[in-house]
């Protein structure tokens, strides 16, 4: 097996389904370490420091910025939100495997300062079911139902971008799939083979 | 998923086990298509024509070689044995998935004539393994065995021509991997992702 850990990227358009497979990942495999986004929005209700996010102030969002301490961020209403660095970094140097569910801008942005990352686009069955998943949800507007519908279908063109496609039949088929797509790169030839190929020489001289 | 089939070649060094990790493979998975070499040596006593070999002339297996219609060939003892082109490639172009199981010159063959192929490389868990499996089949002479394990040493050097490496603890384990491994390539992002992108446009037109 190899000995760094990976880093794979969940994206997809709203409405795909990247949550719900990675809440089921989670789930199952829970040496999966999930990557907590750092934001400057107040906390709501229910969450909790550290898990939900890393609630943090404007001023320290800015400065790590500035001493390139994200590997994607973005603006959101006047609200910062970002994916720190060195908490990712660390983890996969001790052989873990850390998932990070992201929009498709973010992960354009994760691909340019790791490109080494396992991106997968999860789709829709179809984009009707898109539609239906993000009405169903209640919480949209006609104007802004359009907008995101007129989004996806922009988003998907970043596919070519990505390693890997899941189309979301079903949570349990495409977590499936995530996990097998896990595995496989897990015995991918990488530079770490060098490690393996070692082993066995050192095996014929102490033979 | 993609419209093309993937050919799926497994190799390695001669005791490592890819024939019985093949094996578990077809009895898992029926919709493996298995490629079957063809040969210029006599048939033995069970052996089927088609099935366990194509038993081919001399003379027509050298035309063959002529028109380029081998993935691989190799002359062993007098004899030819080599992978049909042919076959494999209407398999493929059906969108069925091809299993090559194959010594390591032979894939190092394939890859130069269909580098698109998943090149696999099965490892003992240790040369100590790998020695014990090799005597325990009974057929070697000290100095066959000798040979073997030193070809095995300089076999393991090629690693690094291949995709993915399968350390083969249990068959079980290592089956399931080669099935991690098909099901991820599956939803590779490669040239037929196109396709995918065109279907979801066409949608958006006849909405």
């Given at each position: 097996m190899n000995h760094k850990g990976l880093l794979i990227i969940v994206s997809g358009p709203s409405g795909a389904g990247k949550g719900t497979i990675c809440k089921e990942l989670i789930q199952r495999d829970e040496s999966i370490v999930v990557s907590v986004s750092a934001t400057t929005r107040a906390p709501r209700n229910a969450e909790v420091d550290g898990k939900s996010y890393h609630f943090i102030t404007k001023q320290m969002f800015e400065s790590m910025i500035e001493n390139g301490g994200f590997l994607e961020y973005a603006e959101v209403y006047d609200n910062y939100y970002g994916t720190p660095k060195d908490f990712v970094i660390e983890k996969i140097t001790n052989g873990e495997n850390v998932l990070l569910e992201i929009d498709i801008q973010g992960a354009l942005q994760v691909k340019q300062k790791y490109p080494e990352g396992i991106f997968v686009f999860v789709l829709p069955p179809s984009m009707e079911t898109l539609k239906n998943r993000i009405v169903g949800r209640g919480s949209e507007t006609p104007e802004s139902l359009e907008k995101r519908m007129s989004s996806a279908y922009q988003e998907i063109?970043?596919?070519?971008?990505?390693?890997y496609f899941i189309v979301n039949d079903t949570v349990e088929q495409s977590t499936d799939v995530l996990q097998a797509i896990i595995t496989a790169e897990k015995c991918r030839v990488n530079a770490d083979i060098k490690d393996i190929v070692v082993k066995f020489k050192e095996e014929k001289e102490n033979a």
């Open positions: 063109e970043q596919i070519k971008n990505y390693d």
